[in-house]
């Protein structure tokens, strides 16, 4: 599981991610909600330019494993997605923090996320809004949410996209670019299925609905 620095979640989604996450990575500003929660992930990482306390950390929390990268040419995002990449191996990634406060940073991190490798289950999650990958190696089974209102947004061209229980149903559609169609669809099913033949979509759903 990461925790980015955007809209931090609240401690009772920070507490139940944790209990399905194997490790836990603050990122940059992340480490607040993780501190707030009386919590210490397995790593913090980025470029740490909003911890002025670095050397305090480290005394502090002597596990805690600390790593500090300068360069600007990627965001924290993509320094912590590399870091996993090289150093465990992860087939389900939960990205909390990662909405609200600022949209470029939310856009940003769609477009980071739609170049993962494809089988890479991703899914990006905050108290209001859940927001799942979904590419031909991770199609999405959503059970329990009839009535609720779902969008499918093409970062990319996407082709072959098929549904199964939505109110307007996609039947091999090619979306993205000048076609983009999904926005406020609706769940007529307990069961939903999306899957696409290649590109990658996510698919937002409202909590609460």
């Not at 490790?23 to 330019?49: E, M």
């Not at 899914?123 to 999405?140: A, G, K, M, Y």
Request: aromatic share 6%.
């Amino acid at each position: 599981m990461l925790v980015l620095a955007g809209a931090p979640p609240s401690e009772d989604l920070l507490m139940w991610r944790m209990e399905d996450s194997d490790y836990l990575i603050a990122v940059d500003g992340g480490f607040s909600s993780f501190r707030h929660a009386d919590k210490i992930p397995d790593l913090l990482i980025g470029d740490l330019d909003s911890l002025t306390d670095c050397n305090e950390l480290e005394n502090k929390y002597p596990d805690l494993k600390i790593v500090r990268l300068r360069e600007q040419d990627t965001t924290d995002f993509e320094k912590a997605l590399n870091w996993i990449f090289t150093n465990i191996e992860v087939k389900n990634l939960i990205v909390l923090g990662a909405l609200g406060k600022r949209t470029d940073h939310l856009i940003t991190n769609l477009l980071v996320a739609s170049n993962v490798d494809e089988s890479l289950n991703i899914t990006f999650d905050d108290d209001e809004e859940w927001i799942r990958r979904v590419t031909p190696s991770c199609p999405l089974i959503l059970n329990g949410r009839k009535g609720a209102v779902i969008s499918l947004l093409p970062i990319q061209e996407v082709t072959g996209v098929m549904t199964k229980g939505l109110k307007w149903e996609l039947d091999g559609e090619k979306i993205g670019g000048k076609r983009i169609i999904g926005q406020s669809n609706q769940c007529e099913s307990d069961s939903v299925e999306i899957n696409c033949q290649s590109g990658s979509l996510f698919v937002f759903l409202e909590k609460g609905k």
